[in-house]
């Protein structure tokens, strides 16, 4: 009974206490800067745009905190909270604990979109780097669900066809960087294909926030048909989910929210794969729990360490995935050792 | 809400479970040939049968995961078919042969999966289901697992957790596909006489004839998908028919109500 109950305190204390912890995550974030602000500076240019009372600094100064830090600091909340949500959705509809965002080939397509936008020139200038990502993250998801039903329709193939597709998108992204990409381009396009929020809007937030927000309310509506999947689709099928719809909304919702979040943030790794592990290991198993607490967990997370890489090496920045798997590895392995003996 | 045509007259008890000539094949392989039988309320039922005879795909029938080409299965009076899936999950449940996870639940987790068909896919867990998964697992001898890992249980206590997850569902029929695999003598008999015991109608698909033989009201025997012996054990399980189906010479031994089936030798 006490570890039951234990748990249950757990999650209780954990829901209660994570919003909290992300809104004062993106209020401390934005604090933090090489611009020499200090913390009433910056708050008092929120309450300037909030109607509070005029704030005293340069509008460039004001630029730096509405325009760059807050946009940034939201859109890191909001793609870590959906990069978690999509692996929790995975790994469970698929079975398998190492299937994340980028095991459909979404990220490698959107790779591919990205690069034959800015390098290529697709489009004609008409299209911008996140329209390109998003069309690549779409026809690569297309991609594999038609290799992966043609193939049978079962989930080993299903994530076969995603590494198939991951290995042919990379390959094409490769290759159009290599052959037509000039040294500057280049340097561009690695930076987004490692990660980066540096080029974060109000627009990001607001589209990407709202994709985001659109597929939590679904998921959250439908915890409990991806329990009836701990044990198989056919175990699931006898519980009376209907497997073939769920599995489609499901793949397609977590296709658009990867597509979305990747499409302004580039690849950024380690969050929809390792973070569900994290969250289980708090609250346990049970969707309904396990959803909200990997959503609360992910934005914190990637909030603190895109800040960690926007600040740390200044005046250079660090790609926010490599600060996800340089922070995240060293903390993932604590974890896992600790719960070594349970 | 259609009634089949070939319902059975009002005067006799509707059957918990009718199946009426049911075809069903895989990549053009007959694996169910042709299958009627039914099974009366509160009866428990054994689908017997050697390996490939069909006896688990037909549970799958039954339990409406794979449909028939042709033919009808019909719970109560309602066509499996018609039946939406919630509904259909509400009245029946399946445990099937070594299922596994790589979640690491606990027996309370398992148990409360049945409680999906009957609560809103976003409510909370209510008092009633906290209540039921308790009772259940009271009935399966398991309540003192419940916070226990799923994973650390023997295969014994796994197939009762199973077995109480499926009663969560609060079903009227049950459908289990050799329960017994893999559990020694003990936890074989102990687990029959748990199904015997239950207030469901059940259908097992069982290896053991003895056990067949003691626990079910009716058999019935399968041979490449199709029913070639159907009634009381007793009167089903004979010398000869064990010999033509299963291809082992048996000493059956009839003591009143008592089977007793030796094997001697594979013919």
Not at chain 1, 58 to 76: E, N, S
Not at chain 1, 82 to 106: E, H, K, T, W, Y
Not at chain 1, 270 to 284: D, K
């Amino acid at each position: 009974m006490t570890s039951r109950r234990l748990a249950l305190t757990r999650a209780g204390l954990l829901l209660t206490a994570a919003p909290v912890v992300v809104l004062l995550s993106v209020a401390g974030a934005i604090t933090v800067g090489p611009s020499d602000l200090s913390t009433a500076d910056v708050f008092g240019v929120v309450g300037d745009r909030l109607g509070l009372g005029p704030s005293d600094l340069t509008l460039i100064q004001q630029g730096i905190v509405w325009d760059l830090r807050l946009p940034r600091t939201l859109l890191a909340g909001i793609c870590g909270a959906g990069l978690a949500i999509c692996g929790v959705i995975l790994q469970s509809m698929l079975r398998n604990p190492l299937a994340d965002p980028f095991v459909l080939g979404i990220s490698s397509g959107a790779s591919t979109g990205a690069v034959s936008i800015v390098v290529l020139g697709v489009g004609g200038g008409t299209l911008g780097l996140s329209t390109g990502a998003f069309l690549g993250a779409l026809a690569s998801f297309a991609l594999v669900m038609v290799l992966a039903s043609l193939s049978g329709g079962t989930t080993d193939r299903l994530v076969l066809a995603g590494i198939a597709a991951t290995q042919l998108f990379s390959a094409l992204t490769s290759f159009i960087v290599f052959t037509a990409a000039d040294a500057e381009q280049t340097r561009g396009v690695l930076f987004w294909l490692l990660g980066s929020l540096s080029a974060a809007s109000w627009g990001d937030v607001a589209v990407c926030g709202s994709v985001v927000l659109a597929g939590l309310v679904v998921c959250f509506s439908t915890a409990s048909w991806l329990d009836a999947f701990a044990f198989g689709s056919d175990a699931a099928a006898t519980l009376g989910i209907n497997v073939a719809l769920t599995r489609a909304l499901l793949l397609v919702l977590t296709a658009l929210m990867t597509a979305v979040i990747v499409s302004v943030s580039g690849a950024i790794g380690f969050v929809g794969l390792v973070l569900p592990h994290l969250a289980r290991a708090l609250v346990g198993v049970g969707h309904r729990l396990l959803l909200p607490t990997s959503a609360l967990i992910g934005a914190v997370f990637l909030v603190w360490v895109d800040t960690a890489a926007r600040t740390l090496l200044d005046p250079q920045e660090l790609p926010v995935g490599v600060a996800t798997a340089l922070i995240g590895v060293p903390a993932f392995a604590l974890i896992l050792l600790r719960n070594r003996h349970r | 809400m259609t009634v089949m045509q070939t319902s059975p007259p009002v005067t006799s008890l509707t059957p918990a479970l009718t199946v009426d000539r049911v075809v069903w094949s895989a990549r053009r392989r007959l694996i169910i040939d042709r299958v009627s039988l039914t099974v009366q309320p509160g009866e428990t039922v054994g689908l017997l049968g050697p390996n490939g005879s069909g006896k688990s795909t037909l549970l799958r029938v039954l339990a409406g995961v794979r449909t028939p080409d042709e033919g009808h299965v019909t719970l109560g009076a309602i066509p499996l078919a018609s039946m939406p899936k919630r509904e259909r999950a509400r009245r029946l449940a399946v445990v099937e042969q070594e299922v596994s996870s790589d979640l690491d639940l606990l027996v309370r987790d398992v148990i409360e999966l049945g409680r999906i068909p009957r609560r809103q896919p976003w409510a909370p867990t209510s008092a009633h289901d906290r209540d039921v998964v308790q009772r259940s697992a009271e009935l399966t001898e398991i309540a003192d697992r419940l916070d226990q890992s799923y994973l650390t249980l023997s295969g014994g206590e796994r197939q009762r957790a199973q077995i109480a997850r499926a009663l969560a569902q609060e079903p009227e029929i049950l459908l289990l596909d050799e329960p017994t695999n893999h559990l020694d003598v003990r936890h074989q008999l102990s687990l029959m006489a748990l199904i015997t015991r239950m207030p469901v109608t059940s259908v097992v698909a069982l290896h053991d004839l003895n056990l067949a033989a003691a626990h079910c009201d009716r058999v019935f025997v399968l041979d490449a998908g199709r029913v070639v012996a159907g009634g009381w054990p007793a009167e089903v399980l004979t010398r000869e028919l064990i010999g033509r189906v299963y291809g082992v010479d048996a000493h059956v031994q009839r003591d009143g109500d008592d089977l007793r089936i030796h094997f001697r030798a594979a013919l």
